[in-house]
Structures are given as C-alpha cells and as structure tokens.
C-alpha cells in the first residue's frame, strides 16, 4: 500500500490549496490519519490528525485555518488549507497508521511529499 500525495503548489499569502493523500486501499477508514510538514532546516511537525472515530487535532498554528477530513471510502485524506502565510511553506507529508489487530500491532505508512510554498 502506498500514499500518493498531490495539490502543492506555490501560492500567495492569504491563499488557499487543498492537499490529497490518496490510497489504493482503504487505508484512512476507522484508521489513525495525519498531516505532517517540514521547513527547511526544522524537524517534522505534525500539523493535523484525525483518529479512527473521526476527532480532528490541529497544531496551534493552524488551528482556525487548516481543515483535515477523509472520504467515506477511506481511500483518500484530505488536507484544507486557508489564510496561508509565507510560515507555512513546508514539505507535506501524509501519514496512516494502521491497526491490524485487537492487541494493538500498527505499521506506518508515509507519502512522499509534496512542496507548499507561499510567497508574500
């Protein structure tokens, strides 16, 4: 199973991209989803999760303008993307974490990135 991220782009502040993690399988249903990004120079943070009920948590600095959702599918996840500032220019990364079984054994998957740049 592989995660294909597409929808980056460079766009000016105050603009609006929506990212898509797509799945061949129904990765992202009843499982834990996310959205990652990492600027140049820093580490990875975690910008956005939903958990296999469907509660959402956003990173401080997104809160308000990033909207994170899955199709009913599960086969693909979603990350809007508002109010962009030139802070949020990053590598975005998609992330599944799949539970296989009752006791708790999960595997990672992540996608390969793509590029969001915001100019000023």
């Known amino acids: 199973v592989q995660l294909a991220e597409s929808g980056g782009g460079m766009v000016q502040a105050g603009g609006s991209l929506r990212l898509t993690c797509a799945s061949s399988?129904?990765?992202?249903?009843?499982?834990?989803g996310g959205w990652f990004r990492q600027a140049r120079g820093k580490q990875r943070e975690l910008v956005a999760g939903?958990?296999?009920?469907?509660?959402?948590n956003y990173a401080d600095s997104v809160k308000g303008r990033f909207t994170i959702s899955r199709d009913n599918t599960g086969k693909t996840l979603y990350l809007q993307m508002n109010s962009l500032t030139p802070d949020d220019t990053a590598v975005y990364y998609c992330?599944?974490?799949?539970?296989?079984?009752?006791?708790?054994?999960?595997?990672?998957?992540w996608g390969q990135g793509t590029q969001v740049t915001v100019s000023s």
């Open positions: 399988r129904s990765t992202f249903r009843g499982q834990v």
């Open positions: 939903i958990s296999n009920g469907g509660e959402t």
């Open positions: 992330y599944a974490r799949v539970t296989v079984n009752v006791e708790g054994t999960y595997y990672e998957l």
